[in-house]
């Protein structure tokens, strides 16, 4: 459940106008709750840490992003000797690389489109040769392997 804080004063019909471009654009149904069903909901909305704030739902895809670029660096390293600046430069390169993918995915089909991380990976891998050499790197599905085991697209 996705729940919207709207400004005081804001009325109906551009409170409709505002969620159906959100909620369109990412192909996501959406209710607006009203009655009991709204007050039983407000109230979990109120309590303290069952929500996240947008800059915290920000702040898991950065973390996410870590994961992502930590993995990658695991099995980089395995086959080649990065400095510890090559490694902390690389990695935030990868970090910003899929936080920038997790903060502006089109369509939600596309966090679990193994195309779409096929294609961030060859951007990791053109990106490590510059630290590697080139055809140093590890192919796709390594990084397939280790980055996205957890997602629907790779199994």
């Known amino acids: 459940m996705i729940a919207l804080e709207w400004r005081r004063g804001l009325d109906t019909q551009n409170r409709e106008q ?10 996501l149904p959406a209710v607006e ?30 973390e996410e992003a870590r994961v992502f670029a ?4 695991s099995v980089v390293k395995n086959g080649n000797s990065l400095s510890e600046g090559q490694k902390k430069e690389f990695g935030d390169a990868i970090q910003g690389i899929f936080y920038d993918f997790f903060l502006n995915f089109e369509s939600i089909e596309q966090l679990s489109d193994i195309r ?3 294609d961030k990976f060859e951007h990791v891998i053109k990106l490590g040769e510059k630290y590697t050499g080139e055809d140093n790197m590890p192919d796709i599905n390594t990084f397939l392997g280790v980055c996205c085991k957890d997602l629907d697209c790779c199994e």
């Open 18 to 27: 505002i969620s159906a471009r959100v909620f369109n654009k990412y192909e």
């Open 33 to 62: 709750l009203d009655g009991e069903k709204h007050n039983e909901n407000l109230k979990s909305f109120t309590s303290n840490g069952q929500w996240l704030a947008g800059n915290e739902v920000d702040k898991l895809s950065e």
């Open 70 to 73: 930590d993995r990658v660096l």
């Open 116 to 118: 779409v991380y096929r």
